[in-house]
C-alpha cells in the first residue's frame, strides 16, 4: 500500500492527472492531485473516447462505468439549402466493428469529459485518494532530490480569494495543468509549433427544440460555412461546430443572440428549430505545438501541457491519458528503488514519435475539412482508433524473434544495398493491427480462458493483466523450460512480476510448472493465436501499461529484458 505522506505532486485534476495518480496508486506510490479550478470542466470537449482508452479504464475497473454512460457515434446527415429539411447524404465517420476476442473495444464511443472525470475521480477515490479542488500551484524550485512548491487553498468552494499558503516538498511532480498551465511555463520546457489563423471555428453545446438525436446534423461546407450539430448523452443537448471562411468568430463568440441568429440562417428556413440555453461557447483557434522533452529534472507533463492540437480526428483527451499510463508504472518503480532513474528516460523516448505522428495526422484532417467534404476528410482520416499504436523502437523493449527473422532474412541477397529502403524507420501509429505481433505493440485480449484451479470460472487476459505488475505469459510450448523460467523470476524484487501458464486445451498440467502464479487453459486457442507462438518463440511478457515488453525463448531472454527494467540486486 502507498505511504501516508505523498511522494508525488499531480497538478492538475483532468483526465492526464487522474490517470496518473490511478497508476501511480497501483503501483504502490501515494500521491497528492490538486486542481486549481472549483467550477466543472462545461462543454463536450474531447468526448471521443478511443478503442485504446478503453481499454485502459478497463485495467483499472471504470470502463462498464464509462460504456453506460456514453453514446455511439450517430450516423451523419448533411441537408440541403436552403430550406435545410431534405437530407442530401448520409455517412458514417465511425462505421461499427464487431469486437474480436483480440480487441473487445473496436468502436468509438462519445461521453462528454466532465461525465469522464466524474467516473475516474469517483475510482480513484474508491483507492483513498480525492482531488482537491481549488488549491493552486503558485511557484516551485527543484533540485537534486526533491521539489518544493509554494500553494494556494483557496477552498473547494474558492470562497477564501486570497487562499491560504502552504509549503510542501515532493519527491516527484507532474504537470497535467493544461496548455495554460504553469508547470511547463516555470520549468522552462519549449513549445514549438504553430497558431492556424485561417482554420477557425466556434464550438459549443447548445440545446436544442425538434432536432431528432438519432443523427450528427450538417448543413453548408466548411469550406465556406458549416454548421453542425452533433447529438450528447444528455437528451436535446448538442455540441456544435461552426466553421468557415464566412464566419465572424469573435462577434459569435461573444454575442448569443447573434449566435442564435446563425443558427437559425444556416439551418435552413423551414426546418423549425428553437435554440434554447447554450451552457458554453469558445472561439477556438486551433493551436499545433509540442514540447520537446517530457521531463526536466524532477518535472514531467502530461497531457495538453505537454502538446496540443485540432481538435479534428479526437485524439486529445486519449493521448494524454496514454502519456499518464506509460509514464505512472516506471515512475513507480523508480521511486520504490526498483529501477534506475534512466528508465525515465524511456517516456520522451517513446511519447514523442507517437505525439509527433498525432499532430502530423490530425493537422491533416483540419486542413482537408477546409478543403473537402466533411465525408471525404473522415474517411482518409484511418488509424485513428490508436490501436496499432507502438513503441517497437524503444530501448526497454525486446524482440528476440524478431532479430531472428531479421538474421534469417540478411541472409538473403536482393541485390544493390544502396537502393534499399531503410526498414528501421518509425511508424508510431502502426499504419494498422494487422500483421505479426511485435514487442512493444499493444497486448491483445483473449477471451476463454480457464482457471484450472476453478474449472467453471472463466477469464480473459485483460482481466489479468495489471497496471501494477508486468505479467509473464508461459505459452504450452515453453513448459519445458518452466522451471529455468521460474528460477529466473524469482531473482527479480517481489510482488511486481506474476507468472502465468497458458495450456492448450485438454492438456494436462506438468509438474513443473510449479512456482508460477496461474495456470490457465486456452480452451479456444485464442492466446496462441493472437500473440502468433511458436516452437521457439513462446514466452511474452506484458508491461504494466499493457504493451508487449519483451517476446523470446525462455529464462536468458527473460533476465535480458528485466536488466532494462529493473536495478539489479
Known sequence: MPSATPHVLIVGGGPSGLVCALSLINNGVSVRIIEKSTEPRL??????????????????????????????????????????????????????????????????????????????????????????????????????????????????DGSNVEGVPEHGSFDWMIGADG????????????????????????????????????????????????????????????????????????????????????????????????????????????????????????????????????????????????????????????????????LLRTYSEERIPVIREMLDRTTRILKRTFTEKASESWNKANGLLQLGINYRWSSVVLDERKRAEDAEFSDFDFGDEEEEEPCSAIDAYGGSTEGTLRAGDRAPDATALVDISKRAVTYRLFNIFSPGHHTVLIFSRALDRCPAIVRALKELPPDVVRSVV??????????????VTSVFEDRDGHAHDAYAITDEWAVVVIRPDAVVGAIVGGAEGLRSYFSKIFMRR
Not at 225 to 254: C, D, Q, W, Y
Not at 286 to 292: A, C, H
Not at 502 to 515: D, E, K, N, S, V
Request: proline share 5%.
Open 43 to 156: 462543454g463536450q470537449r474531447g468526448a471521443g473516447i478511443m478503442p485504446r482508452t478503453l481499454e485502459i479504464f478497463n485495467s483499472f475497473g471504470c470502463v462498464d462505468d464509462v460504456l453506460k454512460r456514453a453514446i455511439p457515434p450517430p450516423l451523419t446527415r448533411r441537408y440541403e439549402l436552403p430550406k435545410g429539411t431534405h437530407p442530401i447524404g448520409e455517412f458514417d465517420m465511425s462505421p461499427h466493428i464487431e469486437p474480436t476476442p483480440s480487441c473487445p473495444y473496436n468502436n468509438i464511443v462519445l461521453l462528454g469529459q466532465s461525465h469522464v472525470e466524474g467516473i475516474l475521480r469517483d475510482t480513484l477515490a474508491k483507492l483513498q485518494c480525492q482531488v482537491e479542488i481549488g488549491t493552486e500551484l503558485v511557484s516551485f524550485e527543484q533540485n537534486e532530490t526533491g521539489v518544493n512548491v509554494h500553494l494556494l487553498r483557496h477552498g473547494s
Open 179 to 342: 496548455a495554460r498551465g504553469i508547470v511547463r511555463k516555470m520549468s522552462g520546457f519549449s513549445f514549438l509549433g504553430e497558431t492556424r489563423t485561417i482554420e477557425n471555428h466556434v464550438v459549443g453545446d447548445v440545446y436544442v427544440e425538434g432536432l431528432s438525436q438519432k443523427y450528427w446534423h450538417m448543413w453548408g461546407d466548411a469550406s465556406s460555412m458549416l454548421v453542425s450539430f452533433r447529438p450528447t448523452e444528455t437528451p436535446g443537448l448538442f455540441s456544435f461546430v461552426i466553421a468557415g471562411h464566412k464566419v465572424n468568430h469573435s462577434l459569435l463568440s461573444s454575442n448569443e443572440e447573434v449566435l442564435r441568429k446563425c443558427f437559425a440562417e444556416n439551418t435552413g428556413s423551414k426546418t423549425g428549430l428553437k435554440f434554447k440555453e447554450i451552457p458554453w461557447v469558445n472561439h477556438y483557434i486551433p493551436n499545433i505545438r509540442m514540447v520537446e522533452t517530457f521531463q526536466k529534472g524532477r518535472v514531467f507533463l502530461a497531457g495538453d501541457s505537454a502538446h496540443v492540437h485540432s481538435f479534428t480526428g479526437g485524439q486529445g483527451i486519449n493521448t494524454g491519458v496514454q502519456d499518464a499510463y506509460n509514464l505512472g508504472w516506471k515512475l513507480a518503480l523508480v521511486q520504490r528503488g526498483l529501477a534506475s532513474s534512466s
Open 502 to 515: 497458458l495450456l492448450r486445451r485438454g492438456q494436462g498440467i506438468p509438474a513443473y510448472c510449479q512456482g
